[in-house]
């Protein structure tokens, strides 16, 4: 078989899917930063109210770098939020529930039937006492985990952000990400 799609010729163009496929071939799924930006800041979760009936979830400005996970070779997807953008959360009636935050994106090339479509956007996803299943957060990359009591009790986060960075195939074929952690460790870590 020939290479029919090489890159980067003269004025040839490509659909947004074959730039999707270069970028997830490269890099691995995460959070970045501004440029200049404290990368540990990047997207991060907090919650400035926990005990509050109607809580309120910040997500920071960051970059989010997305896998689609719809479809065979879907490719990696971007955006920028520029600011910090807030989340109204609630509250189960008893015990307490294990929700996600994620950001997002319905590829109208992908998906039908969902809103927005075409669009990176932030949710919460709401789980039972255990956290949500994968199949409810597809092509979605995971922020935080959030334990939610119910009345009054404080809500609290684990932070679940990887920084967006290179990708390599090990010689047995399996995908990893290279980091560098808050301690300026740089670290490998299996990804799927």
């Not at 071939?25 to 990047?42: I, L």
């Not at 919650?47 to 996970?69: L, M, S």
Request: proline content about 5%; hydrophobic content about 40%; charged content about 15%.
């Amino acid at each position: 078989m020939a290479f029919t799609n090489t890159r980067y010729l003269g004025s040839k163009q490509y659909d947004s899917r074959e730039d999707r496929m270069y970028a997830m071939g490269h890099y691995a799924e995460g959070v970045a930063p501004a440029a200049g930006s404290d990368p540990r800041n990047a997207c991060i979760v907090s919650v400035p109210n926990p005990t509050a009936a109607a809580y309120t979830v910040n997500i920071a400005a960051g970059w989010c770098y997305v896998q689609g996970d719809n479809t065979v070779n879907q490719g990696m997807y971007a955006d920028y939020n520029d600011a910090t953008l807030a989340l109204t959360g609630g509250r189960p009636g008893t015990g307490t529930r294990v929700d996600i935050v994620v950001a997002r994106i319905y590829d109208a090339e992908q998906v039908t039937g969902v809103t927005p479509l075409d669009q990176m956007f932030f949710s919460i996803v709401v789980g039972t006492t255990v956290e949500p299943a994968a199949s409810a957060w597809v092509t979605a990359l995971r922020l935080a985990t959030l334990t939610v009591p119910s009345g009054t009790g404080a809500v609290t986060i684990t932070d679940d952000r990887r920084l967006y960075g290179p990708a390599v195939y090990g010689e047995d074929g399996s995908r990893y990400r290279i980091g560098i952690d808050a301690n300026g460790v740089i670290g490998v870590e299996a990804i799927a």
